[in-house]
T-cell receptor, first 113, second 113 residues
Framework: EAGVTQSPTHLIKTRGQQATLRCSPI?????VYWYQQALGLGLQFLLW???????NRGNFPPRFSGRQFPNYSSELNVNALELEDSALYLC????????????FGPGTRLLVL | GESVGLHLPTLSVQEGDNSIINCAYS??????FIWYKQESGKGPQFIID?????DKRQGQRVTVLLNKTVKHLSLQIAATQPGDSAVYFC????????????FGSGTRLQVQP
């Protein structure tokens, strides 16, 4: 069974541009979470999507947004990129059951110049 | 505020020894805890989890201990191997409505041959 996949693996942008990151969850998983991991730091919760709806978001500005598609894949969009947005962006998925266990993808490393 | 933190940022052990990674949490209402392993350039990998109604859970070479009295969580790795070298994160689900994990800052485990 394939795990969580993310694309692209690396992304280089300049300040002010927009970035789009993609995530495909494990088959059968309906919830998708996005986390930001800045260099040397822990994971910060960004967004949670379930059944196509945004269920909750972390303490990030509105220029971080996303969506979940009918096939449960998800996009994370970051507008007006700032230098401090450079980080590893991780996607995790969780099954429909009540389990809290999240399974992570390999991440997209975003570099803002 | 609530937080999940780690006592030791770096732990160095000899191959074959047992490793103990510690984690403190501050929210006594947290009901689920999980340990992840993150190797360089990869996403976090699930190791083991435990619910608050348990104080010990064992997996293959790993044991998680939960002490609710002092709000302490630990991960024990038996017969540590070079492949265990990674950053280990503890995480808690302290907001069941949000169903997002709050991560600690991580401990780097270095296994010396």
């Amino acid at each position: 069974e394939a795990g969580v996949t993310q694309s692209p693996t690396h992304l280089i942008k300049t300040r002010g541009q927009q970035a789009t990151l993609r995530c495909s969850p494990i088959s059968g998983h309906t919830s998708v979470y996005w986390y930001q991991q800045a260099l040397g730091l822990g994971l910060q919760f960004l967004l949670w999507y379930d059944e196509g709806e945004e269920r909750n978001r972390g303490n990030f500005p509105p220029r971080f947004s996303g969506r979940q598609f009918p096939n449960y894949s998800s996009e994370l969009n970051v507008n007006a990129l700032e230098l401090e947005d450079s980080a590893l962006y991780l996607c995790a998925s969780r099954p429909r059951t009540s389990s809290e266990t999240q399974y992570f993808g390999p991440g997209t490393r975003l570099l803002v110049l | 505020g609530e937080s999940v933190g780690l006592h030791l940022p770096t732990l160095s052990v000899q191959e074959g020894d047992n490793s103990i990674i510690n984690c403190a949490y501050s929210n006594s209402a947290s009901d689920y805890f999980i340990w992840y392993k993150q190797e360089s350039g990869k996403g976090p990998q699930f190791i083991i989890d435990i619910r608050s109604n348990m104080d010990k859970r064992q997996g293959q070479r790993v044991t998680v201990l939960l002490n609710k009295t002092v709000k302490h969580l630990s991960l024990q790795i038996a017969a540590t191997q070079p492949g265990d070298s990674a950053v280990y994160f503890c995480a808690e689900n302290m907001d069941t409505g949000r169903r997002a994990l709050t991560f600690g800052s991580g401990t780097r485990l270095q296994v010396q041959p």
